[in-house]
């Protein structure tokens, strides 16, 4: 396990668009999961600005969303319409490099990934509950590939949902597994600002837990995390 803590927001998303941009340089295909949310906001603007200014073989490079919530009526969930705005549509990505995780395919969607040649990186941010993708405390088995959560209109899971979306969920919605990802061959976990220091403490230093998803992502041969100081505060090592 690699950790590196940088000093600011800025910086840590130099660092992560760095390995990012690394990747999808290599001279063959190249299949990558991107997170959504806040914490890759500055990493996509940086990644944007560079892929704009160099000559970049788009085809070879393909992006596989980790996880979606569904929306009624519309074409898109929340993360496909999220990852499209903040960077997938920037930089022109061929839709058929696109590969979305649906309510229909996720059963059939490791196999696909294998099928395809495997992850080269996964990005990932965690929630402040310790969830990774959607792998959510009390609904996470260390055991599982890629599956689907039904929930419903008012039980714990919608409200927690609700949180992530002003508007309609639709059920269920669809997640890589924590074997899915322990299978890519490389992560990259990050973290900022005093919200996530008492989550990475325990993500980092506390006792690996399926009641905080995210501990079992330390256990990849492969992986770094990459706090600034505020979300790095409470580590001890
Ligand atoms: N599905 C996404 C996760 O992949 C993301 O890591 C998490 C943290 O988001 P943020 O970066 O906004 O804190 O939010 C959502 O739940």
């Not at 009526?73 to 969930?77: A, D, F, N």
């Not at 402040?128 to 959607?134: K, M, N, Q, R, V």
């Not at 995210?214 to 041969?221: C, K, V």
């Given at each position: 396990m690699k950790k590196i803590i940088t000093k600011d927001y800025a910086t840590m998303s130099e660092l992560a668009a760095a390995i990012v941009l690394e990747k999808m340089m290599l001279p063959k295909r190249v299949n990558l999961s991107l997170t959504a949310g806040n914490t890759p906001v500055g990493m996509y603007e940086i990644l944007i600005d560079k892929l704009q200014k160099m000559d970049f073989d788009r085809s070879t490079v393909h992006y596989y969303n980790f996880d979606e919530i569904p929306l009624v009526?519309?074409?898109?969930?929340v993360t496909m319409s999220a990852l499209n705005t903040a960077f997938y549509d920037q930089v022109h990505i061929?839709?058929?490099?696109l590969h979305e995780l649906t309510a229909e395919n996720n059963q059939a969607y490791d196999q696909k990934i294998l099928q395809d040649g495997g992850l080269d990186l996964v990005v990932m941010g965690v929630g402040?509950?310790?969830?990774?993708?959607?792998?959510m405390p009390g609904y996470?088995?260390?055991?599982?590939e890629t599956f689907a959560v039904s929930f419903e209109k008012g039980d714990g899971l919608y409200t927690a949902i609700t949180h992530l979306t002003d508007k309609e969920p639709a059920s269920p919605y669809v997640t890589f597994g924590p074997r899915t990802i322990l299978a890519s061959k490389q992560l990259l976990v990050f973290a900022n600002g005093k919200s996530k220091a008492e989550i990475m403490k325990k993500v980092l230093e506390?006792?690996?837990t399926e009641e905080v998803p995210?501990?079992?992502?330390?256990?990849?041969?492969n992986i770094t995390f990459i706090l600034d100081e505020e979300a790095a505060a409470l580590l001890e090592n």
């Open positions: 009526g519309e074409r898109y969930g061929d839709h058929g490099n402040s509950d310790g969830h990774f993708c959607a792998n996470t088995s260390f055991d599982r506390g006792p690996i995210a501990s079992i992502l330390r256990t990849h041969p």
